[in-house]
T-cell receptor, first 111, second 112 residues
Framework: AQSVTQLDSQVPVFEEAPVELRCNYSSSVSVYLFWYVQYPNQGLQLLLKYLSGSTLVKGINGFEAEFNKSQTSFHLRKPSVHISDTAEYFCAVSDGNQFYFGTGTSLTVIP | SQTIHQWPATLVQPVGSPLSLECTVEGTSNPNLYWYRQAAGRGLQLLFYSVGIGQISSEVPQNLSASRPQDRQFILSSKKLLLSDSGFYLC???????????FGEGSWLTVV
């Protein structure tokens, strides 16, 4: 079975500073990897995904993530955050049949 | 393009009352459909998923049930709500052999 671990439940960061949200997964098969963003009282919106090919994936709102197979990680990064990036971020993995979500990381951007 | 809608967006129900949350997907056919629950400050818990009309798989035993009366309609129900049923409920879908899941806007349920 697959599992996803988001190591940080809360990440405060100052505006215009860089940020990294960590995600590790465990799987015995090839997987697809995702990051979703959830703004308050809204559903989850796809931020980016890794299916195959280049390990560096670029998504919306200036976010990117890098797939590291040897470390089974898929960390999310942004070089300069904005107030509007304050939200909950979920990492997810799929084996092609089921989707498994992490418990989320709450990113708070401080003015 | 495909869209997913769920309603109502917000619901306040007394303990012991029934529940019906509806979800519809437009712009596709034969989707896989999902109901998730998100408790305050916690991650996503898969409640039900469906691969076709009348085909429902339950992931967590509880007093909730799901039905799929039409190809693109997924309903979450309860005959008698409990306080512990409070939470944010999310409907989601993906293509039958798709690799990405898409979510609805969510429904806030408060049981009082």
């Amino acid at each position: 079975a697959q599992s996803v671990t988001q190591l940080d439940s809360q990440v405060p960061v100052f505006e215009e500073a860089p940020v990294e949200l960590r995600c590790n997964y465990s799987s015995s098969v090839s997987v697809y990897l995702f990051w979703y963003v959830q703004y308050p009282n809204q559903g989850l919106q796809l931020l980016l995904k890794y299916l195959s090919g280049s390990t560096l994936v670029k998504g919306i709102n200036g976010f990117e993530a890098e797939f590291n197979k040897s470390q089974t990680s898929f960390h999310l990064r942004k070089p300069s955050v904005h107030i509007s990036d304050t939200a909950e971020y979920f990492c997810a993995v799929s084996d092609g049949n089921q989707f498994y979500f992490g418990t989320g990381t709450s990113l708070t951007v401080i003015p | 393009s495909q869209t997913i809608h769920q309603w109502p967006a917000t619901l306040v129900q007394p303990v012991g009352s029934p529940l019906s949350l509806e979800c519809t997907v437009e712009g596709t056919s034969n989707p896989n459909l999902y109901w998730y629950r998100q408790a305050a400050g916690r991650g996503l818990q898969l409640l039900f998923y469906s691969v076709g009309i009348g085909q429902i798989s339950s992931e967590v035993p509880q007093n909730l049930s799901a039905s799929r009366p039409q190809d693109r309609q997924f309903i979450l129900s309860s005959k008698k709500l409990l306080l512990s049923d409070s939470g944010f409920y999310l409907c989601a879908w993906n293509h039958r052999n798709g690799n990405t899941i898409y979510f609805g806007e969510g429904s806030w349920l408060t049981v009082v």
